[in-house]
């Protein structure tokens, strides 16, 4: 049974730093990895796809790799704001049909 | 963003009643889902479908059955309510079209008393 895991589960930081989120999932057959955001009481928006052929994907401030035979994917935000403030999931598909296994999330706070 | 949307958006319930949950999408996605939402447990796949009327469970499926009558439409009943399916559920849809990625409705609030 695929299983996927975000460290750390909080993470607390001032405005403008750099930061690394961490995904690591126990099963290297996966299809693809995305990235979501989650703001509280909301739906989820995503923010990058990468595939299992690539090594990373950028958009904007955020950068985000994959290492599929270690079972890792890491999410690099830059010059890190307060909107950013959010929870992060990680999540990934064996493709097809299949759905996502999700990662409990990291839960970021920029301070102003 | 996708055009996805759920209703309701919140619903009380009582231990034992019926509940049905729609997810309406404009986009013509063949796959669409159905997730739970729990502090503790993140997000977790009830049921999919990959068509009308082909639909497959998930991992935490007891309790639930879904219908795909129309491409556009993927319900999620509650037979007989309980105060653990208490969660926040969201529907979702794709990959789809050139894109691979999976997008997700607003959410249904559910409380069973």
């Known amino acids: 049974k695929q299983e996927v895991t975000q460290i750390p589960a909080a993470l607390s930081v001032p405005e403008g730093e750099n930061l690394v989120l961490n995904c690591s999932f126990t099963?290297?057959?996966?299809?693809?990895l995305q990235w979501f955001r989650q703001d509280p009481g909301k739906g989820l928006t995503s923010l990058l796809l990468?595939?299992?052929?690539?090594r990373e994907q950028t958009s904007g401030r955020l950068n985000a790799s994959l290492d599929k035979s270690s079972g890792r994917s890491t999410l690099y935000i830059a010059a890190s704001q307060p909107g950013d403030s959010a929870t992060y999931l990680c999540?990934?598909?064996?493709?097809?049909?299949?759905?996502?296994?999700f990662g409990k999330g990291t839960h970021l706070i920029i301070q102003p | 963003d996708a055009g996805i949307t759920q209703s309701p958006r919140h619903k009380v319930t009582e231990t034992g009643t019926p509940v049905t949950l729609r997810c309406h999408q404009t986009?013509?996605?063949?796959?669409m889902y159905w997730y739970r939402q729990d502090p503790g447990h993140g997000l977790r796949l009830i049921h999919y479908s990959y068509g009308v009327k082909d639909t497959d469970k998930g991992e935490v499926s007891d309790g639930y059955s879904v219908s795909r009558s129309k491409t556009e439409d993927f319900l999620l009943t509650l037979e007989s309510a309980t105060s653990s399916q208490t969660s926040v559920y969201f529907c979702?849809?794709?990959?789809?079209?050139?894109?691979?990625?999976?997008?997700f409705g607003p959410g249904t609030r559910l409380t069973v008393t």
């Open positions: 986009e013509n996605h063949r796959y």
């Open positions: 999540a990934v598909s064996r493709g097809g049909a299949d759905g996502l296994t």
């Open positions: 979702a849809i794709g990959p789809g079209g050139s894109s691979y990625e999976q997008y």
């Open positions: 990468i595939q299992s052929s690539q």
């Open positions: 099963d290297s057959a996966i299809y693809n």
